[in-house]
């Protein structure tokens, strides 16, 4: 407090004399004239009656479209399936062409380029510049349009009710104390609750944009044992659900249905970035968000089902075997480096770290600026979580194992020897060679490449790959590494 009372004294001379002190190094030129004068009483103690403005009476108009699902409360059921699964593998097409898809040069008509400002083609109408799709004038169709389109919204709408379900669960069987102790407060709860009823939103839509095989809610198993714990399973949850639509939304065919994806999928990004901070992580140490392709977000997300309602609409997704990060870094920790061998809690690609370590070993209720990890807005670490140069031990699974929902799907791969560490980040694909230990682990390094000048690629929650090749492949094409992943995992950078 008395720091605090110190640093509010100094400002407010600071205004008084009405010339800011520079904040930031190199930056001295601030001479805009400020000059306030700021009420320096005692705060409110006694609220409303309020002044009275103008307004109407006023309601909706029209009955606003039902939900496809109530607002869930309360404990559902959960754990693993244990019973025989009735079908297996993904869903499949009546005829497959061929096993890759072979590069081609630039399309002919990608041309277009504007050296001197000007228009170049007549305009349609005034104020409108020719070009653009969905621009003349053709009803928008807000449905899937091709198998493609069909995949990814069913794959998001998989996505959407496991949300719905995960923030619930997590209200429903942890206390109010247990939130408090994880330094989240009763307003911190219901802002979860808001998500998830945001989430029942995004599940509505999306089964509109598919129509009646729109795949239901199902049931799901979760990794986690804490607060702590459900924060960090959300935090990369979200990450993977984020993603997967980045990689595939400007690859649809309807543009209406990108339209409305991806007027939800910023309120998942808002989400993803909360959970960070609810777990004391920096809200966003990149400077780009990451796509990835289809397949990775299935993988991530099919371990945590475990079983769906008979006559589910199957997905046409591959599973890649799990790739497990020996040494994660702990953000449970106020020093990473210290983080034990699988100090996760359990064997699944995106099980959050252990948070039941000693706590003078722990980062949460510390109040040391650098070294707490508890809930805030933005935390400065000072021993980062990883960083360029730190050795990476990685084990992963032999592929034909079941997973999924009813232990349905089965993993596979079609890469050949392991060979190179994929990392996926920002708008980047980095490789590194991978040192074999065995025939499934091995070792490499953290690349330290950046995005631009100043912004390291790797931070935040990464996707990490085993591959037999090292093809170059930027955001638009990075689904053609997929033929190449001997397995698939989670990096968390930061
Ligand atoms: C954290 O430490 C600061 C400065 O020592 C102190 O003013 C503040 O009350 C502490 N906060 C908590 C929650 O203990
Ligand atoms: C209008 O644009 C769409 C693409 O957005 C195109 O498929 C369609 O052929 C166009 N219609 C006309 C009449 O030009
Ligand atoms: C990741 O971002 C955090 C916060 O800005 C920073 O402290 C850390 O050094 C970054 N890590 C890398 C590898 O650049
Ligand atoms: C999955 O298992 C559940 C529970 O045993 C069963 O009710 C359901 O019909 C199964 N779903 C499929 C798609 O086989
Ligand atoms: C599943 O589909 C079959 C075949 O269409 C149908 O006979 C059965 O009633 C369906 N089951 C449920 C629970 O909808
Ligand atoms: C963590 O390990 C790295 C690499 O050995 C080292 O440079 C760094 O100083 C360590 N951090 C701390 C806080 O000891
Ligand atoms: C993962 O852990 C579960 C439960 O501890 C175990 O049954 C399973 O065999 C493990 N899977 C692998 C691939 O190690
Ligand atoms: C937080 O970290 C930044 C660099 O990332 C540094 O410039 C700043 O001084 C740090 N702030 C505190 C309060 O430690
Ligand atoms: C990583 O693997 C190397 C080589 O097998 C080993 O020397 C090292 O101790 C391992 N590090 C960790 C943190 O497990
Ligand atoms: C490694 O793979 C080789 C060839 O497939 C096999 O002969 C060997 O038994 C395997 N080693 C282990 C430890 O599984
Ligand atoms: C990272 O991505 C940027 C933007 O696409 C690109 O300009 C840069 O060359 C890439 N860097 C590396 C090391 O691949
Ligand atoms: C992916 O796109 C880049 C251009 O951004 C191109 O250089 C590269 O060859 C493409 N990769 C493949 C495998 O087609």
């Not at 247990?178 to 979860?192: K, M, P, V």
């Not at 070294?371 to 933005?378: L, S």
């Not at 032999?398 to 596979?412: D, E, F, H, I, K």
């Not at 953290?446 to 690629?457: N, T």
Request: net charge negative.
């Amino acid at each position: 407090m008395f720091t605090k009372a110190i640093y509010a004294t100094t400002l407010l001379s600071a205004f008084a004399v009405g010339a800011p002190a520079p904040q930031v190094p190199g930056y001295s030129d601030a001479d805009f004239p400020v000059t306030v004068s700021q009420d320096t009483g005692a705060p409110a103690t006694t609220f409303g009656p309020d002044s009275q403005v103008n307004a109407i009476l006023t309601t909706p108009g029209t009955v606003a479209p039902l939900r496809r699902s109530s607002d869930l409360t309360g404990a559902t059921s959960h754990g693993p399936f244990s019973g025989t699964a009735t079908t297996t593998g993904a869903e499949q097409a009546p005829t497959t062409i061929g096993t890759v898809i072979a590069p081609l040069p630039p399309n002919p008509t990608a041309t277009y380029y504007n050296a001197d400002g000007k228009l170049q083609n007549p305009a349609p109408i005034p104020y409108t510049p020719a070009g653009g799709l969905g621009t003349n004038g053709t009803e928008p169709r807000y449905m899937v349009n091709s198998d493609f389109d069909y995949e990814s919204i069913q794959l998001g709408l998989y996505q959407e009710w496991i949300e719905l379900d995960l923030f619930n669960n997590g209200l429903a069987v942890f206390s109010e104390q247990d939130f408090l102790d994880a330094g989240l407060t009763a307003e911190d709860r219901s802002y979860i609750a808001f998500m998830a009823i945001q989430e029942s939103g995004h599940a509505t839509l999306l089964s509109n944009m598919l129509g009646e095989s729109a795949a239901p809610q199902c049931t799901y198993d979760y990794p986690f044992t804490t607060v702590r714990e459900f924060i960090d399973f959300n935090q990369k949850l979200t990450r993977w659900g984020e993603s997967g639509v980045w990689g595939f939304i400007n690859h649809l065919d309807s543009r209406e249905v990108g339209q409305l994806l991806s007027q939800s999928i910023a309120t998942e990004a808002r989400q993803q970035m909360s959970f960070r901070q609810m777990l004391g992580l920096h809200p966003m140490p990149v400077w780009f968000e990451t796509g990835i392709p289809q397949s990775w977000a299935w993988s991530y997300l099919a371990p945590y089902i475990s079983s769906c309602p008979e006559n589910t609409t199957r997905l046409a997704w591959q599973n890649f075997p799990a790739l497990h990060v020996v040494n994660q870094a702990n953000p449970n920790r106020f020093s990473p480096n210290d983080t034990a061998d699988y100090e996760v809690t359990g064997n699944r690609t995106a099980d959050p770290s252990k948070s039941t370590i000693p706590a003078d070993e722990s980062c949460v209720n510390l109040n040391v600026t650098g070294y707490a990890c508890g809930p805030a807005i933005a935390r400065n670490r000072s021993e980062p979580l990883s960083f360029p140069g730190k050795q990476v031990n990685l084990t992963w699974d032999v592929p034909g194992q079941a997973v999924g929902p009813n232990n349905s799907y089965v993993t596979s791969t079609s890469a050949g020897q392991p060979q190179f560490v994929a990392w996926v980040a920002q708008l980047n694909l980095t490789y590194t060679p991978l040192t074999l230990t065995g025939n499934n682990s091995g070792y490499t390094y953290q690349p330290a490449s950046e995005v631009y000048e100043g912004d390291p690629a790797l931070n935040g929650t990464a996707f990490i790959a085993i591959t037999d090749s090292d093809l170059f492949l930027t955001p638009f094409n990075l689904s053609m590494i997929n033929p190449h992943v001997v397995a698939l995992g989670l990096y968390q950078a930061g």
